[in-house]
């Protein structure tokens, strides 16, 4: 094809189309009858969209076939195209095949009665070998066989075809050379089922050969001789060879098709089985999921109370710095004390009896001191050891949230017994928490009494002292007017300092309550948030408990599911073995018939034998009458092409006969229409 004829892929909407444009680029009118076949074929389509195309009994051109020939290689629209009895030349054969053989729509072509010959026969064989989707061609009345070498390059094709099943050669001339070849191009072809051969020049030679490809040849069905001068022997031979054919084929259509069925049961079941396993996974991955962010919420909440708690541990710490700031300040002022205590002494020492009486009333505040300070050490003792001993609570409430955590991570085997030791704990903590409680709110009320008491009484004999001091004073101005200026320095001095001293005393004690009170509180807002981090724990651990029985109800309803698929696996299997036992039963018996059809073969075979000695002895007698009817049968042809030339030409003058009588008959009736017109009785 020229860079011109070239065309995309059409449909037979735009098959008319183009035929037109190509007739007109190539300087031809386009066929009438072409065009009225295309109309027709675009009304009355067939199954699945596709189109046939019927041109039998209209004579073609060359051009035209060629036309058609470059449209058939791009049509995918006609499934079926017919060239009955159209005197086709064998360029116009030429012309088509080579259009066919690119064609991949057409599965039915008609050729009957078009007299290919030679060139033509050899371009079928060509199309044969090309063409992938052809599977009928009806060859009939044609001479293919005429030619010995044009009809070998024809069964070459036919021999390198992968698609044909039905091909029809009847009256094609095909002599017993004409059938070894065909017998040839058999042994090589797989696809081919039927195969008609009447009326043809097969004999016994050809027969033969034939018998002899279908011992290669297992796909043949259908095998017709009728009218070929076949022995009757030899015909049934190939009979049973195509019987035997037939029922290998129904054999394996049936095995195939069993096949089928149980491969298609079998994936179904797979099938089904694949969902449902997936259905399983994804809710175990769901299950997973859920678990897993329930973990990671109980871990990152177990996370925020060990950051609460260090928190916590910090501000312990900052109370037990500001203890010690207060020891220490307790410390100065015992060093200030002590300071004052040697002033005194050196006044007593200087100032005989009253100073020895102030140094007595002295001691006796100083021991007052000293008890006051043992008593603030030995609270203090017991601050530091409640504070201890709430450290080790604290100590003990962080094991426990250990524990808590180790039993929730734990919570999938023990989660009945957990339930039951966390009761127990639960409610010594919360006896533990109201003894400390009111040991605490004891303590501090005996603290707050016995410190009101001593404040008290600390106060009475610093005035009874006093005013015992002023007594005295007075008795000795008399005595000791010199040393009153000094006394009474003194006294300011030593009132200042006990002022002073009180303050820091007062300052100290409200420091230790409210410590004290601030200790309280935070320790209060600790069992706050472990009681309420207990709370949380226990929702938790039930959330999870029923969590893990849903999981569990549904791992039991997942089991017996699996055990119901399970029974239906066994029971499909035990059909699948009873029908592997019923397949292996019907094989025996097929192979037991056809080791019963082999031995009656063989017993024909060799009665065969003894007929083909006979029939050696009659071939020589047939060569010779074949040679005979050879001469004759040439004679004949020749007779008979000469017969049918002289029927082509008395076809044609009859042709010319009649349209020489119509043009009569029209020339008559517009003389009649025109007389009528004419005549007075015309109305």
């Known amino acids: 094809m020229s860079g011109e004829d070239k065309i995309s892929t059409i449909d037979l909407d735009d098959f008319l189309l183009s035929y037109q444009r190509m007739c007109k680029d190539h300087r031809t009118e386009p066929q009438d009858s072409v065009v009225k076949q295309l109309k027709i074929a675009k009304k009355n389509p067939r199954k699945c969209g596709a189109y046939s195309l019927d041109l039998s009994t209209y004579s073609l051109s060359t051009k ?108 094609n001339q095909i002599s017993h050379q004409g059938s070894g070849e065909l017998a040839n191009a058999l042994k090589r072809n797989s696809t081919l089922k ?93 299950q997973e999921s859920v678990i897993q962010k329930s973990q990671q919420n109980s871990a990152e909440k177990l ?65 007052e001191r000293l ?51 966390q009761k127990l704990k639960h409610a010594q903590f919360d006896e533990m928490v109201q003894f400390e409680k009111q040991k605490t709110k004891e303590a501090y009320r005996d603290a707050d009494s016995s410190k009101a008491k001593e404040i008290e009484r600390m106060k009475r004999e610093q005035e009874d002292g006093e005013r015992m001091l002023k007594d005295r004073l007075q008795r000795l101005e008399s005595q000791r007017l010199e040393l009153e200026d000094e006394i009474s320095r003194q006294k300011t001095n030593i009132a200042a300092d006990r002022i002073q001293l009180e303050e820091q005393i007062a300052n100290a004690k409200q420091r230790i309550r409210n410590e004290e009170e601030q200790k309280r509180l935070a320790l209060e807002e600790k069992i706050r948030v472990l009681q309420a981090s207990r709370d949380e724990l226990h929702l938790q651990s039930t959330s999870q408990s029923m969590k893990i029985g849903d999981l569990q109800s549904k791992n039991s309803q997942i089991s017996i599911e699996n055990e119901t698929f399970k029974h239906r696996i066994s029971d499909l299997q035990q059909e699948l073995s009873g029908k592997n036992a019923e397949m292996m039963e019907e094989i025996g018996k097929v192979k037991l018939e056809l080791n019963a059809r082999i031995t009656s073969l063989e017993n024909d075979r060799k009665s065969k034998e003894e007929l083909y000695n006979r029939i050696s002895a009659l071939e020589k007698e047939l060569a010779e009458l074949q040679s005979k009817h050879r001469v004759t049968v040439e004679s004949k042809d020749q007779e008979i092409h000469n017969l049918s030339d002289k029927l082509k030409m008395r076809e044609m003058e009859i042709h010319q006969m009649r349209d020489a009588d119509l043009q009569r008959s029209n020339m008559l009736q517009t003389a009649v229409h025109s007389y009528i017109s004419r005549s007075p009785y015309a109305t």
């Open 303 to 367: 996370l925020r109370l060990h950051e609460t708690l260090e928190q916590r541990k910090e501000q312990f710490n900052d109370v037990v710095t500001k203890l010690s700031l207060a020891e220490s300040e307790l410390a100065l002022t015992e060093s200030r004390v002590g300071e004052l205590s040697r002033l005194l002494q050196l006044t007593k020492e200087e100032h005989n009896d009253a100073i020895k009486l102030h140094q007595h009333e002295s001691k006796r505040d100083k021991e």
């Open 371 to 421: 008890l006051l300070e043992t008593r603030l050490n030995k609270e203090l003792m017991e601050m530091s050891e409640s504070k201890f001993q709430l450290e080790k609570k604290v100590d003990d409430l962080e094991r426990k949230c250990q524990v808590q955590q180790e039993q929730i991570f734990d919570l999938k085997e023990q989660v009945a017994h957990y339930q039951a030791d």
């Open 64 to 171: 035209t076939c060629a036309i058609l020939g470059k449209l058939f290689t791009c049509c995918a629209a006609l499934s079926e195209i017919k060239f009955n009895d159209c005197a086709l030349a064998e360029e116009g054969v030429r012309a088509l095949a080579y259009g066919l053989s690119e064609n991949l729509s057409c599965r039915r072509l008609e050729l009957k009665g078009n007299s290919i010959r030679g060139i033509g026969a050899e371009c079928l064989g060509r199309m044969l070998r090309q063409n992938t989707k052809l599977l009928c061609l009806c060859l009939e009345w044609n001479a293919v066989g005429l030619i010995e070498s044009a009809f070998s390059v024809f069964c070459e094709g036919l021999s390198g075809n992968s698609c044909l099943q039905v091909l029809d050669l009847r009256n």
């Open 194 to 286: 039927c195969l008609d051969l009447r009326w043809n020049n097969v004999g016994l030679l050809g027969g033969r050969e034939i018998l002899n490809a279908l011992e290669y040849n297992k796909t043949i069905v259908r095998l017709s001789l009728a009218g070929n001068n076949v022995p009757s022997d030899v015909l049934k031979a190939i009979e049973t060879a195509v019987a035997h054919n037939m029922d290998r084929a129904m054999l394996t259509s049936d095995h195939l098709r069993r096949e089928h069925i149980l491969s298609s049961e079998i994936q179904e079941l797979n099938k089904g089985k694949r969902n449902e396993l997936i259905q399983l996974m994804d809710k175990i991955d769901r």
